[in-house]
């Protein structure tokens, strides 16, 4: 499987390859778990993702389409985020501790991480009903392959190359703005919006690799490493929330402090690297790039 544009093949048939595929691979990994349930809920919550930005890029060609079947997958992956959620909190207080500044440090957030685990599996020892979330889940990604059969496209090459190009400039332009929005504040909404956009950006190169190889992997790498650091940045954020509504978490008032200025110390880190990766990421004007897209379509088509 292939989450790549094939500029040889009709735009519509080849967009709805790209999103079949990804609905395949979730049905396959919730229906048979070769990992265990949390990590198939994972996997396809990442297939979710791709199709998601897959979408995105072809906005303007198919608003109503866009908006239904965005609205559709989101409520799906929703539907799978409780015990995951949980987990992704463990993984961000281990990474906390892998960067703790001293051995007192070291343990208070050693005492984080096992009031983490510990409610992890009691979120997932409770959810007696994700059986039947899997089940509902995967009619659902039938249902929404099914709508993905029914749209079509202008597949004439010019045609096509606009559309990429005017979804290409979108998402660009929408980055620029969240990235300036990150230089000007240090809110968490800011970041998770640049993120978010950083994401989609990620996925747009993956699905034009074939127009220029080495330069779309190149920058979609740059791109997923500024994901990376906006990632571990929402998760701190989402961990402060966490804690703020249940200070037992974080044990007692020493361990409870110590948790505080690992988060603050760590944020402050991250956002300037996040800034710095964006300002590289988003280096080209939205008009400039999106035309070389443009011009690199038509050229790998012919």
Not at 246 to 274: C, F, H, K, W
Request: with cysteine; net charge neutral.
């Amino acid at each position: 499987m292939s989450y790549a544009f094939r500029p040889s093949r009709s735009f519509t048939d080849d967009f709805s390859r790209v999103g079949a595929e990804q609905f395949e691979q979730a049905i396959e990994l919730l229906r048979l778990c070769p990992d265990g349930v949390h990590e198939a809920i994972h996997g396809a919550r990442k297939c979710f993702k791709r199709v998601r930005a897959l979408y995105r890029l072809v906005a303007a060609d198919a608003p109503l389409f866009q908006r239904q079947e965005n609205a559709r997958i989101r409520d799906m992956a929703r539907n799978l985020s409780t015990v995951r959620d949980a987990a992704a909190l463990v993984e961000n207080a281990r990474y906390l501790h892998e960067g703790a500044r001293s051995d007192d440090e070291e343990k208070a957030l050693d005492h984080v991480c096992s009031r983490l685990l510990e409610r992890r599996d009691r979120i997932a020892a409770s959810e007696t009903d994700l059986d039947d979330r899997i089940a509902a889940t995967i009619v659902n990604c039938e249902q929404a392959m099914a709508a993905l059969a029914h749209v079509s496209f202008d597949d004439r090459r010019r045609r096509t190359a606009d559309r990429l190009a005017k979804g290409w400039r979108r998402t660009l332009k929408r980055a620029a703005r969240a990235r300036d929005a990150c230089e000007a504040s240090t809110e968490a909404a800011a970041f998770h919006e640049l993120r978010k956009r950083a994401q989609d950006y990620r996925m747009h190169l993956a699905l034009m690799h074939e127009a220029w190889p080495s330069a779309m992997e190149a920058k979609r790498l740059d791109a997923k490493a500024l994901v990376d650091v906006l990632g571990h940045l929402n998760d701190l954020d989402v961990m402060t929330s966490v804690v703020n509504e249940n200070p037992g978490l974080a044990g007692n008032s020493q361990d409870q402090a110590y948790l505080i200025s690992a988060v603050i110390a760590r944020q402050e880190t991250l956002r300037l690297a996040a800034r710095d990766r964006a300002r590289n990421v988003f280096l080209d004007a939205p008009d400039d790039e999106s035309r070389t897209v443009r011009l690199l379509w038509l050229e790998a088509s012919r």
